[in-house]
């Protein structure tokens, strides 16, 4: 059987979908792996021998600043990626027997998958991440023209394919109720390569990220002396070093390393996180005795057309005892760095309030407790005082910050207790390869199997034709 993973957008930056490639990789003779130019995929997916990229040109219409120009380009955008999902879809891409499709975005994704579903005979299992048409009412307004149509082709096309997955338990009972659409939920998990790291793995990650340990104004983290910081002399990081049997192990009096990914959108204020950490600052200076030195490092991973801006920002932050970076990371670095951090922080909000997070999931995986934004379904995910906080505002989030984060026992022990509470709960057991194959592999199987046994129907009744024609013939003579 082949199979093809559809996302109209960078497929480097859509994990979910990659790790649904490499699990059909291991039923499948090809998985065609369709998406925009862009990212690189991770390690796994690039060395999968029978996993094919079909990469199409990136985004051609940038979002305009005018709301005006914005709603003009919406339907001509719509007409172009329709134009080069179709070419793709149907000419470029071999007959699969199965296509997945990541929406949003819905428009035009679903009407291509619907066109090569009727002109191809595939089978089509549409991967609910989140509602297109609240996307767009983000932007819009609730009662906005475009975003009633959006919902209303939303809903068509949704029902007249095969197979649907979503990401939470509350979004299956929104398309069943509204929609009529029957979706199994596939909780996101974390693959396996998302773990704890031991000291020695820290240690040779850290020195491999130094040149990235840079404040936004382009000052490396810790000051050099003769050109060289003190924390990297003799093999040693700010957060290990060497005993004297050349072993790594943790220093004593380390700072403590929070990751927060993001995709520097207006999805996400990151302007909380800012402020929180300008705010502990303070607070550590006038606990802190003097000297002390850094107690925080933040790391923020990701891209995205806010992160100039923000960086700008940052450049101009007067912090003494918090020190701030952002990265950018190779796929294979990213799961390395949580498996390394002390907590994680996660700034998504959704807006249908229907999907969850996966950087959580990722940052479980990692056996990382995680800070998270509260939202309508957080609950699912993030047990509040169990394996994270959850935070409503500022304030919230700077009190949690200096609880888990502040050099004293009694942080040290609340981060112990959350981390055990992340290995307890069952969010990321099982796995990603096992769920999927308890979940979705069930649901791929009975589609194509019903889509297979009604081609052969067409089929057989096609190749009758003839003698039906015949048998009419010498009936009427």
């Given at each position: 059987?082949?199979?093809?993973?559809?996302?109209?957008?960078?497929?480097?930056?859509?994990?979910?979908?990659?790790?649904?490639?490499?699990?059909?990789?291991?039923?499948?003779?090809?998985?065609?792996?369709?998406?925009?130019?862009g990212e690189r995929c991770v390690p796994q997916v690039e060395v999968q021998q029978n996993i094919?990229?079909?990469?199409?040109?990136?985004?051609?219409?940038p979002r305009p600043k005018s709301r005006f120009l914005y709603v003009l380009c919406l339907p001509?955008?719509?007409?172009?990626?329709?134009?080069?999902?179709?070419?793709?879809?149907?000419?470029?891409?071999?007959?699969?027997?199965?296509?997945?499709?990541?929406?949003?975005?819905?428009?035009?994704?679903?009407?291509?998958?619907?066109?090569?579903?009727?002109?191809?005979?595939?089978?089509?299992?549409?991967?609910?991440?989140?509602?297109?048409?609240?996307?767009?009412?983000?932007?819009?307004?609730?009662?906005?023209?475009?975003?009633?149509?959006?919902?209303?082709?939303?809903?068509?096309?949704?029902?007249?394919?095969?197979?649907?997955?979503?990401?939470?338990?509350?979004?299956?009972?929104?398309?069943?109720?509204?929609?009529?659409?029957?979706?199994?939920?596939?909780?996101?998990?974390?693959?396996?390569?998302?773990?704890?790291?031991?000291?020695?793995?820290?240690?040779?990650?850290?020195?491999?990220?130094?040149?990235?340990?840079?404040?936004?104004?382009?000052?490396?983290?810790?000051?050099?002396?003769?050109?060289?910081?003190?924390?990297?002399?003799?093999?040693?990081?700010?957060?290990?070093?060497?005993?004297?049997?050349?072993?790594?192990?943790?220093?004593?009096?380390?700072?403590?390393?929070?990751?927060?990914?993001?995709?520097?959108?207006?999805?996400?204020?990151?302007?909380?996180?800012?402020?929180?950490?300008?705010?502990?600052?303070?607070?550590?200076?006038?606990?802190?005795?003097?000297?002390?030195?850094?107690?925080?490092?933040?790391?923020?991973?990701?891209?995205?057309?806010?992160?100039?801006?923000?960086?700008?920002?940052?450049?101009?932050?007067?912090?003494?005892?918090?020190?701030?970076?952002?990265?950018?990371?190779?796929?294979?670095?990213?799961?390395?760095?949580?498996?390394?951090?002390?907590?994680?922080?996660?700034?998504?909000?959704?807006?249908?309030?229907?999907?969850?997070?996966?950087?959580?999931?990722?940052?479980?995986?990692?056996?990382?407790?995680?800070?998270?934004?509260?939202?309508?379904?957080?609950?699912?995910?993030?047990?509040?005082?169990?394996?994270?906080?959850?935070?409503?505002?500022?304030?919230?989030?700077?009190?949690?910050?200096?609880?888990?984060?502040?050099?004293?026992?009694?942080?040290?022990?609340?981060?112990?207790?959350?981390?055990?509470?992340?290995?307890?709960?069952?969010?990321?057991?099982?796995?990603?390869?096992?769920?999927?194959?308890?979940?979705?592999?069930?649901?791929?199987?009975?589609?194509?199997?019903?889509?297979?046994?009604?081609?052969?129907?067409?089929?057989?009744?096609?190749?009758?034709?003839?003698?039906?024609?015949?048998?009419?013939?010498?009936?009427?003579?």
């Open positions: 059987m082949r199979a093809a993973v559809l996302v109209l957008g960078d497929v480097g930056r859509s994990p979910r979908m990659q790790y649904h490639a490499l699990s059909l990789a291991q039923h499948c003779s090809k998985v065609y792996l369709i998406g925009h130019v094919i990229p079909i990469l199409m040109s990136a985004d051609l219409f001509l955008k719509a007409v172009v990626q329709m134009v080069q999902l179709l070419w793709t879809l149907l000419v470029v891409l071999p007959r699969p027997d199965l296509l997945l499709v990541q929406t949003p975005p819905a428009i035009p994704t679903l009407a291509a998958a619907w066109a090569l579903r009727l002109l191809r005979g595939c089978t089509v299992v549409v991967d609910w991440h989140n509602l297109g048409y609240s996307v767009l009412q983000q932007s819009l307004g609730t009662r906005h023209a475009l975003v009633v149509v959006s919902r209303m082709y939303e809903q068509i096309f949704g029902r007249a394919l095969d197979g649907h997955l979503c990401v939470t338990r509350a979004m299956a009972d929104f398309l069943h109720q509204e929609w009529a659409v029957k979706a199994r939920v596939l909780y996101d998990r974390p693959p396996s390569f998302f773990r704890r790291l031991d000291v020695e793995q820290r240690h040779a990650l850290f020195r491999r990220l130094q040149p990235l340990f840079v404040r936004p104004s382009g000052e490396p983290i810790w000051k050099a002396v003769d050109g060289v910081a003190a924390e990297w002399v003799d093999g040693a990081t700010p957060f290990t070093c060497l005993d004297h049997q050349g072993r790594a192990v943790e220093r004593a009096r380390r700072p403590m390393l929070l990751v927060s990914s993001t995709s520097w959108s207006a999805d996400e204020d990151f302007a909380l996180l800012l402020d929180s950490l300008a705010a502990a600052d303070a607070r550590l200076a006038g606990s802190l005795p003097e000297g002390h030195g850094l107690a925080i490092v933040a790391i923020i991973t990701g891209k995205g057309p806010q992160k100039a801006m923000y960086e700008a920002r940052m450049a101009t932050m007067a912090l003494h005892h918090v020190a701030v970076a952002t990265m950018w990371l190779a796929p294979g670095d990213y799961p390395q760095l949580l498996g390394s951090a002390d907590l994680g922080v996660c700034l998504h909000t959704s807006t249908s309030g229907l999907d969850l997070p996966m950087k959580v999931l990722d940052m479980f995986g990692c056996n990382l407790p995680v800070c998270a934004v509260g939202f309508q379904c957080i609950s699912e995910l993030v047990k509040h005082q169990v394996n994270g906080f959850v935070f409503h505002s500022r304030e919230e989030l700077t009190s949690q910050l200096l609880e888990l984060l502040s050099p004293s026992t009694e942080a040290r022990a609340t981060l112990t207790c959350l981390r055990q509470g992340v290995s307890n709960v069952e969010t990321i057991q099982p796995r990603w390869a096992e769920n999927w194959s308890e979940i979705a592999l069930p649901l791929f199987a009975d589609q194509t199997a019903e889509r297979l046994d009604h081609g052969r129907c067409v089929r057989y009744a096609a190749s009758m034709l003839p003698f039906g024609v015949l048998l009419a013939r010498w009936a009427l003579s």
